[in-house]
């Protein structure tokens, strides 16, 4: 269970794996056998969540007044819904705490924002449902045709409407609290439905993150440099680490790591490497692959890794 630092936002990783998570569906591979026989080495889905403890402090202190203030809790975003959905929420029960009404049972999020439409990103949306979390009204930022696609897509109509559908587009931005901004940042990232893929920019009080998942090439996003070079930290899309690993094949909707610390070697000290396919050698704690990020100066996201922002 994590703990926070009070009067704070704070930035917290709660998985750093590609959609399918470690271990993947049907493989076989060394990691993946490791992950399977013991549970210490499994890999949750990348998803990221903002922790806001200020209102809880200030309250405590008897100063809250006006909508910045939240009672007694902290506020607690989740960015994206992933399969393991029920075990990033846990690592939350401390920062949540109890359920005001159910015995039992922790409180949920405050909202959830969707960067896009594919299973590592919506895969945990059912667990809301009556079958499993049953949410009250729990707010749902995402792009209005992803809202819409949601919503309409019959077999998943009873599993979300519990949620309270916020359509946010892209460039939109919803403040969370006294200096504390979301912004919908539109990203190139293969799209089955034409309902579009955000990166969120997530400006605090004192530093801001970027938070960018899935993006199909840095070449497809001419915003790509003065984007990651305008905050103070960039989590960003690691899924495979060279051609060597796809058997010399180019990636399909996702940059190259070799790529992306050559190209953004002058920012090496904001950019946090995420969303790790099963494949990627850089999961190999103490390879190669992992040294040469490290002495590239680049950071590799890990479960539990907190942010100031
Ligand atoms: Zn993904
Ligand atoms: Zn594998
Ligand atoms: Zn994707």
Not at 18 to 34: E, I, N, S, V
Request: proline share 6%; hydrophobic share 40%; aromatic share 6%.
């Amino acid at each position: 269970m994590l703990t926070f630092r009070d009067d704070s936002v704070t930035a917290v990783i709660l998985g750093n794996m590609q959609d399918a998570g470690l271990p993947h569906a049907g493989c076989t591979c060394g990691r993946c056998t490791a992950a399977f026989q013991n549970p210490a080495r499994e890999g949750y889905a990348a998803c990221l969540a903002i922790v806001d403890t200020r209102g809880k402090k200030r309250n405590t202190e008897g100063h809250g007044r006006g909508t910045e203030f939240h009672g007694d809790k902290a506020r607690v975003y989740l960015v994206d819904a992933t399969p393991d959905i029920k075990f990033q929420l846990n690592l939350l029960a401390g920062v949540l705490g109890e359920h005001p009404q159910r015995t039992n049972r922790m409180r949920q999020p405050d909202a959830i924002f969707l960067t896009h439409a594919h299973m590592g990103h919506i895969g945990g949306l059912p667990q809301l449902s009556k079958e499993a979390m049953f949410v009250n009204g729990l707010p749902l930022y995402a792009t209005p045709p992803l809202c819409g696609l949601i919503q309409q897509t019959k077999l998943w109509s009873p599993l979300v409407a519990e949620l309270d559908f916020r359509p946010m587009p892209s460039g939109a931005a919803v403040t969370l609290g006294e200096g504390l901004v979301v912004t919908a940042v539109p990203v190139p990232h293969r799209d089955e439905w034409g309902v579009g893929t955000v990166a969120y920019r997530i400006q605090g009080p004192n530093q801001s993150l970027l938070y960018l998942p899935d993006i199909d090439s840095w070449d497809e996003w001419p915003e790509a440099e003065a984007t990651l070079s305008s905050v103070d930290v960039a989590l960003v899309d690691a899924s495979f680490y060279s051609r060597d690993e796809l058997g010399g094949r180019a990636p399909v909707a996702h940059p190259l790591v070799t790529d992306t610390i050559s190209r953004f070697a002058h920012l090496a000290d904001r950019l946090v490497l995420t969303h790790l396919n099963h494949t990627n050698v850089v999961l190999d704690e103490g390879g190669g692959a992992e040294t040469a990020v490290h002495q590239a100066g680049f950071r590799i996201a890990q479960i539990g890794d907190q942010f100031i922002l």
